[in-house]
């Protein structure tokens, strides 16, 4: 399921999955959605594992998230809201929101330099960027501080 304003126009797998909206895969990203095993896939959920029961489980993004070239996504990862995933091994199974890193560690995303991408990405499909989404945008920041903070590298 990819949701509006997405895009994903190059080479690489994408199964199983769910893009919230404005995400871009960058371009031979790619994502497992059945493991070797053929077992119930598991995803890391703020800390805790949990049995979905599927077999099939591909990539979850949340919006405005992002990847980049020949990104590997392993089964069942979840990518919070305004993510930032890039580097040539596997990322964490969960990366949070405002995430900004891959495999070698995740740091913070930058919420000005995340709003002025929003900004610009928007913009390149005729849509404003209004106050009251500004606002929505810094909020989910905030309330998702504490969720981050753990997952984050020290660098």
């Known amino acids: 399921i990819i949701q509006g304003y997405s895009n994903k126009q190059h080479e690489g ?22 493991k070797n095993t053929y077992g119930p896939i598991k995803v890391n959920f703020f800390g805790q594992e949990i049995n ?8 979850i993004m ?16 979840i990518v919070g809201f305004s993510a930032n995933v890039f580097g040539g091994d ?4 969960f990366i949070p929101s405002f995430g900004w890193g891959g495999a070698s560690g995740i740091s913070e995303y930058d919420l000005e330099k995340a709003l002025e991408v929003a900004k610009r ?4 499909r005729n849509v404003k960027l209004t106050p009251a989404y500004e606002e929505l945008f810094r909020h989910i920041h905030e309330i998702t501080r504490e969720e981050r903070e753990p997952y984050l590298s020290s660098r």
């Open 13 to 34: 797998f994408l199964g199983h999955a769910y893009l919230g909206s404005w995400v871009n895969i960058g371009a031979d990203t790619n994502n497992s959605d059945l």
């Open 52 to 59: 979905t029961g599927m077999i099939f489980l591909g990539l």
């Open 62 to 77: 949340g919006d405005h998230s992002k990847s980049g070239i020949n990104t590997m996504f392993n089964t069942g990862t």
């Open 90 to 93: 596997f990322p964490p199974k």
């Open 121 to 124: 990405v928007m913009q390149r």
